[in-house]
């Protein structure tokens, strides 16, 4: 896991030097990236800072550390407070808290403390990066696959997702795009059959391969035949009809 980002909230100077020592020392991937010490700072660090993990002692000169958390916002971060008295701890864990470290600060316990935070935040990455990557495959957003195709203009970097149809023309295959020009390939249309293996592809004929998403019309007529989205009539035979239809 990338280095942790931390923020001590302490008002006494030589307690936040000391957490910090003690984070060098025993929790090397965390960094301390600012230090507040009353409402105004501490106000000014959540702005300019997106935290991990959060140090909060809960005295800060007459008033605590609850009368600012609600002026915090939504608190992505994970809470280790940090005190020199006992009494808050129930308030404390209200914010779903990860320890109540109590003062002076046991390394081990740190320690202990910050690794508990780490693995939290390293389940919840992972739950999220699940729920994102079901989203894609549920609405389709995954980066459409792409072939590469030379003709005698060059190399073209197609999706596949555009080809229509493919049609046979001896060595040669006429690609028909969605879109784009038409292309010529030197490759026969056998090499395209075992390119193409996702499931939208289908061979009707031997002459050709069509992507069933531009089917507009499979025919009823006994001869077969079956016209694509630009109006391109195709033949079908009527075994092919049948496998058509069942893979439909």
């Not at 896991?1 to 025993?26: F, G, T």
Request: charged fraction near 30%; charge should be positive.
């Amino acid at each position: 896991m990338d280095i942790l980002k931390c923020i001590i909230i302490d008002d006494e100077k030589m307690a936040r030097n000391s957490l910090k020592l003690l984070l060098e020392s025993y929790c090397s991937q965390i960094e301390v990236v600012g230090e507040g010490w009353d409402k105004l700072s501490i106000q000014k660090l959540f702005k300019e800072h997106k935290p991990d993990i959060v140090f909060l002692d809960i005295q800060l000169g007459n008033s605590t550390i609850f009368d600012i958390i609600p002026d915090l916002g939504n608190m992505s971060f994970k809470i280790i407070f940090i005190s020199a008295h006992d009494d808050y701890a129930i308030k404390g864990y209200k914010y779903d808290a990860i320890d109540y470290l109590l003062k002076p600060l046991d390394p081990l316990k740190l320690k202990e403390a910050v690794s508990k935070a780490r693995q939290q935040i390293k389940k919840e990455t992972a739950s999220k990066n699940n729920v994102h990557e079901n989203l894609k495959n549920l609405y389709g957003l995954r980066e459409s696959p792409k072939i590469v195709l030379s003709d005698s203009r060059g190399l073209h970097v197609i999706k596949i997702e555009d080809i229509m149809y493919c049609i046979a023309e001896g060595n040669y295959t006429s690609i028909i795009l969605n879109g784009l020009p038409q292309m010529v390939v030197s490759k026969n249309l056998k090499f395209f059959e075992e390119k193409l293996t996702q499931p939208n592809f289908f061979r009707t004929h031997k002459s050709n391969l069509i992507n069933i998403h531009y089917l507009k019309l499979l025919s009823n007529d006994d001869g077969g035949h079956i016209v694509m989205s630009d109006g391109k009539t195709l033949s079908i035979s009527r075994d092919k009809k049948r496998e058509l239809l069942k893979h439909i």
